[in-house]
C-alpha cells in the first residue's frame, strides 16, 4: 500500500468515525456504560480506542505514613551516627593516612611479585622445574594423541 492510499484511508476512516463520536458525547457526559465498550472495541472503523480500568488506592494511609515517618527517622539516626570531621587538620590526616596504606600494600604486592619471579627464574636456570616441565608436555602429548584418534 503506497503512501498516497493509506493517507486516504485514514482520512476515510477518520471521517466516518467523527460522526460517531460526537453523537456518543452528546449521549452521555459520564463514562460510558460496559455494552458500548465491548461494541467500541470490536469496531474495526476505530483506530485507538483505550478503555483502560479505572484505579483504586489500595494502600492504607495510615500503614504508610507511619513506614514513611520510621523511614525518616531511620535516616536521622545513619545522619547522627556519622560525625564529621570538626577539624580541616584531621581530615587531611585521614586522607594522608589513607594515601600511606594504599602506597604500602602496592609496595608490598610489588615486592611479592619480584620474589615469585625470582623464585622462578632460579628454578628455571638450576633445573628444578625440568621434570615438571616433561611431566606437563607428556600430558599435552597424549591429548594430542587422544583427540587424533
Not at 611479585?113 to 597424549?142: C, P, W, Y
Request: hydrophobic share 30%.
Amino acid at each position: 500500500m503506497t503512501l498516497a492510499e493509506r493517507k486516504a484511508y485514514m482520512q476515510q476512516q477518520q471521517t466516518s468515525a467523527a460522526p460517531q463520536s460526537s453523537n456518543r458525547a452528546r449521549r452521555s457526559s459520564g463514562p460510558a456504560p460496559q455494552a458500548s465498550r465491548m461494541h467500541s472495541a470490536s469496531n474495526p472503523n476505530l483506530i485507538y480506542d483505550s478503555h483502560q480500568p479505572k484505579r483504586s488506592n489500595t494502600v492504607d494511609t495510615s500503614k504508610q505514613q507511619t513506614m514513611f515517618t520510621q523511614w525518616r527517622s531511620s535516616l536521622q539516626q545513619d545522619s547522627n551516627a556519622k560525625l564529621p570531621l570538626v577539624d580541616q587538620d584531621q581530615a587531611r590526616q585521614f586522607m594522608m593516612s589513607q594515601q600511606q596504606q594504599a602506597a604500602m600494600d602496592r609496595q608490598r604486592r610489588q615486592s611479592q611479585r619480584m620474589q615469585r619471579e625470582s623464585m622462578m627464574d632460579v628454578a628455571m636456570r638450576t633445573g628444578q622445574l625440568h621434570s615438571a616441565h616433561t611431566d606437563v608436555l607428556r600430558k599435552m602429548q597424549a591429548k594430542a594423541n587422544e583427540s587424533a584418534k
